[in-house]
């Protein structure tokens, strides 16, 4: 009999630990004010582990909205039955206002014509929009100018189909310490929401912080934080982790498809850039490649566990599989490394037994961010809920 494993179309997986997932979001509740509320970023399908499943166990855990970063996300979570507050975190294509009125999406709003349209739109429905105001008090990305502010919000305030439902910034510089460009768009955020307040504008829920801003600055929790990365266990920067105990969320696992025993100087893979050594290595293949996340930058540059020893992985890694070498060799030695099968569990990211290997070394061999590893895994692979 062939051996059978889940999931039963690929081996290849990542896994979602739910616990930690929750674990993650009581710290954050615990390291924010009392009566602040959480807006969990769940964009990029929560940053790849999974948006609908995790946005309900963080509704759960404490979170109250959820936002994402395009209209086909906010739609998902919809369809896929979360029913909490949802917003676009930038301005949607002027087409999108009636699919965002029909779903209850909030967008982003920094564009008087959009503003109007969304407005002209909800009207028509007999509805409000709500929608959110960006600054833009110096990242230089999206939002109102602090200027044009009071223009902007007497411009579009005359139209009873729209509805102030919050304010927010964004900071390009949160995950360093004392930083005086912090300071200054936090300022600027200050002063823009008093001008605008005193000018009897509603804001409705005001908020800034990050993942980083939440752990090191409470005192600009405001009414909402927005938690992304440090949800899924992931630290933003090296600043947070003293501060903050987060458990990974995602881990990467297959099982080896195949085995062969090659003989000496036999290359592997496309373009042979690596060539058996000697005797006794044997050559396993598993169902992961670029387009599942594992970056073909990392070739020949990285290691997977396999029955709790460290294998290299050896030549070029392929769209869909990639090849590990178990060398045999050792298997006398202090520190054997066993044989592999066909079956056994290969992990990628995570732990297996004393042993883990994290989205953070693998960013830092790629020179990226922990951001950027966790999305990308998350693009084919199934995913398993533990
Ligand atoms: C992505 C994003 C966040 C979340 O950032 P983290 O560093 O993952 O916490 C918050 N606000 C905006 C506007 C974002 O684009």
Redesign the pocket.
């Known amino acids: 009999m062939p051996k059978r494993f889940y999931p039963e179309t690929r081996w290849s997986w990542v896994e979602i630990d739910l616990g930690a997932l929750r674990r993650n979001t009581s710290e954050f509740k615990k390291a924010m004010r009392p009566g602040v509320r959480m807006m969990a970023?769940v964009?990029a399908d929560a940053?790849g582990h999974g948006a609908v499943r995790c946005a309900k166990v963080l509704h759960s855990s404490g979170a109250d909205q959820f936002?994402v970063?395009t209209v086909d996300e906010g739609v998902a979570l919809r369809e896929g039955g979360v029913e909490w507050p949802i917003l676009i975190?930038?301005e949607p294509p002027v087409d999108c206002v009636e699919t965002l009125l029909r779903y209850d999406i909030m967008p982003t709003v920094y564009t008087e014509e959009f503003a109007l349209a969304y407005g002209e739109c909800a009207s028509s429905m007999n509805k409000v929009g709500d929608y959110h105001l960006a600054i833009d008090t110096g990242m230089n990305r999206i939002g109102v100018k602090p200027v044009d502010l009071l223009q902007f919000r007497h411009f579009i305030d005359f139209h009873r189909g729209l509805r102030c439902a919050g304010t927010?910034t964004?900071f390009a510089t949160?995950d360093v310490l004392d930083d005086w460009d912090f300071a200054l768009q936090a300022n600027r955020f200050k002063e823009a929401c008093k001008a605008l307040h005193e000018a009897g504008y509603e804001l409705g829920l005001v908020h800034c912080d990050?993942?980083?801003a939440?752990v090191m600055h409470p005192e600009l929790d405001f009414d909402m934080c927005?938690?992304?990365?440090?949800l899924y266990g992931l630290q933003?920067c090296e600043l947070t982790a003293p501060r903050i105990h987060l458990d990974p969320v995602m881990s990467v696992r297959a099982r080896v498809t195949r085995v062969v025993n090659p003989e000496v100087n036999e290359g592997v893979s496309y373009g042979f850039t690596y060539r058996v050594p000697k005797k006794n290595i044997q050559i396993a293949t598993i169902p992961v490649g670029y387009a599942d996340g594992l970056s073909r930058a990392l070739s020949n540059r990285m290691e997977v566990i396999v029955n709790g020893a460290r294998c290299r992985q050896v030549g070029r890694i392929c769209m869909d599989q990639c090849m590990i070498a178990v060398d045999v060799n050792t298997a006398r030695a202090i520190n054997p490394t066993p044989p592999v099968e066909y079956g056994d569990l290969v992990t990628l990211i995570g732990r297996d037994g004393d042993d883990e290997i994290t989205i953070d070394k693998m960013a830092e061999a790629l020179g990226t961010i922990n951001?950027e590893v966790a999305c990308r895994f998350g693009m084919r692979l199934e995913k398993m809920y533990v």
């Open positions: 970023v964009k940053y936002a970063a975190l930038s927010f964004h949160a990050n993942t980083p939440t927005r938690v992304g990365i440090g933003p951001y």
